[in-house]
C-alpha cells in the first residue's frame, strides 16, 4: 500500500458512518420480494428521513394532488424504489459539509451530482434497464463526485491549489488532483462508499467513472455514469463547473450512438426531470 493509499484511508476514516436505516432500507428494497411492512418501518424509525422524505414527497417534485401525511402513503403513491432513491439522496445531502471550502460551492456541487444522476436513471431507461435496477443508476449518479466536495474539506490548502491548476491549464479535476493530492476524487469516493458498504458494482462504478480510456468493455454501468457525468457537466454554469468534459472513448462513442450535445435532445422528459431534481435542494 502506497504513502498516499494511507493517506486517503485516513481523510476517509474522519469521515461520518452511513446510517444503518438507509443501508437497511437498500437492502429490503435489492429483494424483489421485499416486504412493504418492512421497508415502512425501517424508515419510520429514522425521524429526520422521515420529515424529509414526506417534505420532498409533497412538493413540485412529485406533483401529487393530495397530501401525503406518512411514510406508508408514501411508498403506496410514488413506490418502494422511489423511496430509496429519495432517502438515498437525503442522508447523502446530510452528510456533506455545509460551508464552502477551497471555493467549490455546495449548491453548484449538489446540483451537478443530481443531475447525473437523473440523467443516469434516464439514459439507463432508455437502454432498457429494467425499473428494478435503475435505482443502482440513481445512486452511482449521486455518489460518484462525493471525494470531492469532502477533500475540498479535509485538505482545504492543498485542494484550493487543485482548482487553481484546473482553471489555469484547463485539464480534468481528477488529473490536477493527482498531480497536488497525490490521488483523485474517483478513489476517494470509492472508498468512502466502500466504507458504508455499497455493493461491489457501485464501488467499482465509482472508482472507474474516469477511467474508461483504459478498460475494454466496462460495464453498462460503467459506460452510462460516463456519459451522464459528461452531459452533467455540459449543463452547469461556468461558475460553478469544476471540471472539463473529458474526451469520450471510441468504444463509448460507438456504443453511445450520438454526440454528447446530442444525449439531452434524445431524452424527451429531461428538462422536467432535471428541474424536479432541484427540489432536493430544498431540504
Excluded at 149 to 155: F, H, K, P
Excluded at 186 to 191: D, G, H
Amino acid at each position: 500500500m502506497s504513502v498516499d493509499q494511507l493517506k486517503l484511508e485516513r481523510l476517509v476514516d474522519k469521515m461520518p458512518t452511513f446510517p444503518q436505516s438507509v443501508h437497511r432500507v437498500i437492502q429490503i428494497c435489492s429483494d424483489i420480494n421485499f416486504s412493504t411492512k418492512e421497508l415502512i418501518s425501517v424508515i419510520e424509525h429514522d425521524p429526520i428521513i422521515t420529515l424529509k422524505t414526506l417534505k420532498l414527497v409533497n412538493s413540485a417534485y412529485f406533483g401529487l394532488s393530495k397530501k401525503i401525511t406518512s411514510i406508508k402513503h408514501a411508498v403506496v403513491y410514488i413506490g418502494a424504489n422511489t423511496i430509496k432513491n429519495v432517502a438515498m439522496a437525503i442522508t447523502t445531502m446530510g452528510i456533506l459539509p455545509k460551508e464552502e471550502h477551497s471555493g467549490i460551492n455546495r449548491n453548484g456541487f449538489l446540483l451537478h451530482c443530481l443531475n447525473t444522476a437523473t440523467l443516469a436513471k434516464l439514459i439507463a431507461k432508455g437502454r432498457r434497464v429494467p425499473e428494478s435496477e435503475l435505482t443502482d443508476y440513481f445512486i452511482a449518479g449521486l455518489l460518484h463526485d462525493i471525494g470531492v466536495i469532502l477533500a475540498a474539506q479535509l485538505v482545504k490548502d492543498q485542494y484550493k491549489e487543485v482548482t487553481n491548476l484546473v482553471s489555469a491549464e484547463g485539464i480534468p479535476l481528477h488529473l490536477a488532483e493527482r498531480q497536488i493530492l497525490g490521488f483523485d476524487h474517483a478513489e476517494m469516493s470509492a472508498i468512502l462508499v466502500e466504507k458504508w458498504k455499497f455493493p461491489e458494482n457501485l464501488i467499482n462504478c465509482i472508482r472507474n467513472h474516469h477511467s474508461l480510456h483504459e478498460m475494454e468493455d466496462p460495464p453498462l454501468l460503467e459506460r452510462v455514469i460516463f456519459v451522464a457525468n459528461q452531459v452533467a457537466k455540459s449543463l452547469d454554469d461556468d461558475e460553478h463547473r469544476l471540471s472539463v468534459i473529458e474526451p469520450v472513448p471510441e468504444y463509448i462513442q460507438q456504443w453511445l450512438g450520438m454526440s454528447l450535445e446530442e444525449v439531452p435532445e434524445s431524452i424527451s422528459d429531461l428538462p422536467t426531470e432535471l428541474e424536479k431534481a432541484e427540489a432536493f435542494l430544498t431540504l
